[in-house]
């Protein structure tokens, strides 16, 4: 089956700086890649996510790239503020949804 | 906040009982998927469920079992439940063509916290 692995498990930044989370995938026919923002004690919800057909997405401050051929994407969040800091979850999913372990995201003001 | 709704929010139960989880899909989806989510860890897939029948499992013992209603709503349910099943289990409704092309967008519920004593 799937196996997601995201990269790091941790990540601080400093306000204004741009955060970067990279994850990896084994299943080459998993077609669609979801981030989600998960806040403490609340659902995960859909920041912004990729289709296999399209190499990079961007909404405002949040963009993701995607390497079909390396079978790795990563979310890149710039001018980061202290409202970004939560966990964030990549997956990828052929028909099933599997998701990383998470990035848990400080960005201290 | 999507129109995804769980029940109960809060569940402690002692090891063996049974236990039942309830999901009302959002308007117009089909599809329900049901997640187990340890802390500090990501989302687990158990099932999905796609106009009333089983639509993949995830690696869950059998004591994981699931339906769906005529209406897209669905329960999830634990049998012979054991301290491990300590967890956060969120359902995530989508809304799936016929032929499915490409995975569909899941939108989550707030999850139900079950402790098991």
């Known amino acids: 089956g799937e196996n997601v692995e995201q990269h790091p498990s941790t990540l601080s930044v400093q306000e204004g700086d741009s955060a970067v989370i990279k994850c990896t995938y084994s299943?080459?026919?998993?077609?669609?890649f979801p981030w989600y923002k998960q806040e403490l004690g609340k659902r995960p919800q859909l920041i912004i996510d990729?289709?296999?057909?399209?190499g990079e997405k961007k909404d405002q401050r949040i963009a993701v790239t995607l390497n079909k051929t390396a079978k790795h994407f990563s979310l890149h969040i710039t001018e980061t503020q202290p409202e970004d800091s939560a966990v964030y979850f990549c997956?990828?999913?052929?028909?099933?949804?599997?998701f990383g372990a998470g990035t848990r995201l400080t960005v201290k003001p | 906040e999507t129109g995804v709704t769980q029940s109960p929010t809060h569940l402690i139960k002692t090891r063996g009982q049974q236990v039942t989880l309830r999901c009302s899909s959002q308007?117009?989806?089909?599809?329900v998927s049901w997640y187990q989510q340890a802390l500090g860890q990501g989302p687990q897939f158990i099932f999905q469920?796609?106009?009333?029948?089983?639509?993949g499992r995830g690696n869950f013992p059998p004591r994981f079992s699931g339906l769906q209603f005529p209406n897209y709503s669905s329960e999830l349910n634990v049998n012979a439940l054991e301290l491990d099943d300590s967890a956060l289990y969120l359902c995530?409704?989508?809304?799936?063509?016929?032929?499915?092309?490409?995975?569909?967008?899941?939108?989550f519920g707030p999850g139900t916290r079950l402790l098991v004593l």
């Open positions: 299943d080459s026919a998993s077609n669609y």
């Open positions: 990729i289709r296999s057909n399209v």
């Open positions: 997956a990828a999913s052929r028909n099933d949804m599997r």
């Open positions: 469920y796609y106009r009333e029948e089983e639509n």
């Open positions: 995530a409704s989508s809304q799936r063509g016929a032929p499915a092309k490409s995975s569909e967008t899941q939108y």
């Open positions: 308007s117009g989806h089909n599809t």
